[in-house]
């Protein structure tokens, strides 16, 4: 990919950086689980709720600069407890919704409240709102490939129940599937993928790395497998294009990211709308 | 109880003893006592609100009784749901994931299975099959959203068939479908229970459609399930009280049966509004002996309603003639239960 553009010898330069390759590393790792994740979030109706996992999550982020612990902790505590929560409140959805979007609000004022309690954590806001993954250091690559592998094991031993009960609820849990708890463990890995995305495109633009490319995905393909596999090709192309394009023409990348998996989502729509 | 069971296969598919149902404190009906035959194809009947989804959710134990018991397929309601297929009302609402018919029927076979299973040729067959069973076997590769209600329900209809139920529960499976649809749908109803022997059960507010193929009906009338076969629900006075609404049964010179609202001509002489009974009134349609004496003071609406009733007596036996026999007991059964019941209260 990077060979067609090789004519400028100075963003070459700037990509073989180690902070570039840990960034291209965190890409492929954040898509592999966002293209498996986004699937059964649209399915399941929880497009919402990935959304606001992510506002859930920033008080514990800034509130873990404040506090000296590391970012992921914060993030990841926040997702998951914000997880279990929206869980709880079950599959009613116009209720969930509403508690939902209540403690989003909440949580984004609570976290603009501890990054100003400290000018380290007010520097830490604005790369944990639009994301910095220039910055993904080598312990977070790890935490991410150990991530995806754990997330592509789980996720091969409850595959079929968990799409049965994303795609026919009431008749799964008639069948035995136990659809409760495979609904907290669904949000559970979605908090996790939502930790290990925040970094790359922060909490407001994650919707368009783990949503739009596996709505794109629905529409190009017709079976479950299939379109997780292309919505993690889009996610992959997406960021990796985002930091290419990003190196060549100076340029936030989490804002070409999005860019890219919009304009694909938008493409997609257009066929959709065609062939019906 | 005067007639026993004979042989297994005339063991009924589902006893209903006494059973209740709470919703946090108020009851969504109490002693539903019943017998619903193997082979039958039974209606769920009731107005909005009165427990039909209850009641398919506490057949397959989805919820728990209050009270009673319910026994399925020989076994407590619950352990015998890898014999039910189940069709809720979920046809109607958007998929935005992709998902295709042959697919979405796949999921019945192997949809509770955890680990790492491929999908087998045998399984790709029988997915197949049943979707041939409904017609559809050529838009196995279309995708759900791409489907009209119609066929998206006979894609649930396969998925709930694919697994070889003994027992087929719908939930209001004619509801918001095209006349055209509704019609295929009754038929594939109709081949399933006369080919394979199916029991099946349908939640439905609307009969008409239902009624060639109908055996039975469980009615819920004044907060207490009961059966009754096809003859005894088709009695005017019994589905104005049901419904809350005056309704009569018509036949048509061909011998087909409606069941209608009330048509305007008769508001001359009625005061118009739904016939309004207290439970006590109630009770006395749970009688079906054709002597509804607590009726005097609704003298129009039975002047208006009676002579269709009378009309339909004869013809009463004629749906579902294979199974009438079979019905009829169930119905013997049912009314010695019923009055003892009655005599209770």
């Given at each position: 990919m990077t060979s067609a553009m090789t004519y400028d010898p100075d963003w070459m330069t700037t990509l073989n950086a180690a902070f570039m390759q840990n960034a291209f590393l965190a890409g492929l790792f954040i898509s592999l689980a966002a293209g498996i994740v986004g699937y059964f979030t649209i399915a399941r109706k929880s497009t919402f709720a990935s959304h606001a996992l992510a506002h859930i999550a920033l008080p514990g982020a800034?509130?873990?600069?404040?506090?000296?612990?590391?970012?992921?902790?914060?993030?990841?505590?926040?997702?998951?407890?914000?997880?279990?929560?929206?869980a709880a409140l079950g599959k009613k959805a116009s209720q969930r919704e509403i508690a939902t979007g209540t403690v989003l609000a909440f949580a984004t004022g609570l976290g603009l409240y501890f990054a100003r309690m400290s000018s380290s954590a007010s520097q830490q806001l604005q790369s944990i709102l639009f994301g910095s993954i220039l910055t993904i250091t080598d312990d977070q690559i790890i935490s991410f490939a150990v991530f995806d592998v754990l997330l592509v094991i789980l996720m091969a031993f409850i595959y079929r129940p968990l799409l049965f009960s994303s795609l026919d609820e009431p008749v799964a849990r008639a069948k035995?599937?136990?659809?409760?708890?495979?609904?907290?463990?669904?949000?559970?890995?979605?908090?996790?993928?939502?930790?290990?995305?925040?970094?790359?495109?922060?909490?407001?633009?994650?919707?368009?790395?783990?949503?739009?490319?596996?709505?794109?995905?629905?529409?190009?393909?017709?079976?479950?497998f299939a379109a997780m596999v292309v919505a993690t090709a889009i996610c992959l192309f997406s960021i990796w294009g985002g930091l290419v394009v990003a190196t060549m023409f100076p340029a936030p990348p989490s804002f070409v990211i999005v860019t890219i998996s919009v304009v694909i989502w938008g493409i997609?729509?257009?066929?959709?709308?065609?062939r019906n | 109880m005067t007639k026993t069971t004979t042989s297994p296969d005339e063991q009924p598919c589902i006893v209903a003893r006494d059973a209740a149902v709470k919703h946090g404190n108020r009851t969504v009906w109490d002693h539903g006592t019943f017998e619903i035959p193997t082979g039958s194809v039974t209606a769920i009947v009731g107005t909005n609100g009165a427990g039909k989804t209850t009641m398919l959710n506490a057949e397959l134990g989805l919820i728990p009784l209050s009270g009673g018991s319910i026994t399925v397929l020989g076994k407590p309601a619950g352990e015998a749901n890898a014999q039910i297929g189940y069709v809720?009302?979920?046809?109607?609402?958007?998929?935005?994931?992709?998902?295709?018919?042959?697919?979405?029927?796949?999921?019945?076979?192997?949809?509770?299975?955890?680990?790492?299973?491929?999908?087998?040729?045998?399984?790709?067959?029988?997915?197949?099959?049943?979707?041939?069973?409904?017609?559809?076997?050529?838009?196995?590769?279309?995708?759900?959203?791409?489907m009209s209600g119609g066929m998206r329900q006979r894609v649930a209809i396969a998925q709930a068939l694919v697994s070889e139920p003994k027992l087929l529960m719908l939930d209001e499976p004619l509801a918001n479908l095209d006349l055209q649809s509704q019609h295929t749908t009754v038929h594939i109803l109709a081949k399933l229970n006369q080919e394979l022997h199916m029991t099946i059960q349908v939640v439905a507010h609307d009969l008409n459609m239902l009624l060639p193929i109908l055996t039975g009906a469980i009615y819920l009338l004044d907060g207490h399930p009961h059966y009754a076969c096809v003859n005894e629900v088709l009695d005017a006075k019994l589905l104005t009280h049901l419904y809350g609404t005056t309704v009569q049964v018509v036949q048509t010179p061909q011998g087909d049966m409606f069941v209608t609202p009330e048509s305007d001509l008769h508001f001359g002489t009625n005061t118009g509004e739904a016939d309004t009974h207290t439970v006590r009134e109630v009770t006395h349609f749970h009688e079906h002996n054709g002597s509804h004496a607590a009726d005097k003071d609704h003298a129009d609406t039975n002047n208006a309603a009676a002579p269709h009733t009378e009309a339909t007596t004869p013809h009463c036996a004629a749906p579902a003639a294979t199974t009438a026999s079979a019905a009829m007991d169930a119905c013997a059964t049912a009314q010695s239960t019923h009055s003892s019941a009655s005599e209770e209260q």
């Open positions: 800034t509130g873990a600069v404040l506090l000296g612990v590391p970012v992921e902790l914060g993030l990841g505590v926040f997702a998951l407890g914000g997880a279990l929560v929206i035995g599937v136990p659809t409760g708890l495979l609904n907290v463990l669904f949000m559970a890995v979605l908090a996790g993928v939502i930790t290990i995305a925040v970094p790359a495109v922060g909490t407001l633009l994650i919707f368009a790395l783990v949503i739009t490319p596996a709505a794109s995905a629905n529409v190009l393909t017709t079976s479950p997609c729509k257009v066929v959709e709308k065609n | 809720p009302q979920t046809y109607t609402t958007e998929i935005d994931a992709s998902l295709t018919a042959l697919q979405s029927v796949l999921l019945g076979l192997t949809g509770n299975r955890f680990g790492f299973h491929p999908v087998t040729k045998k399984q790709q067959a029988k997915a197949l099959e049943a979707l041939d069973y409904v017609g559809i076997a050529k838009d196995a590769n279309l995708r759900l959203s791409q």
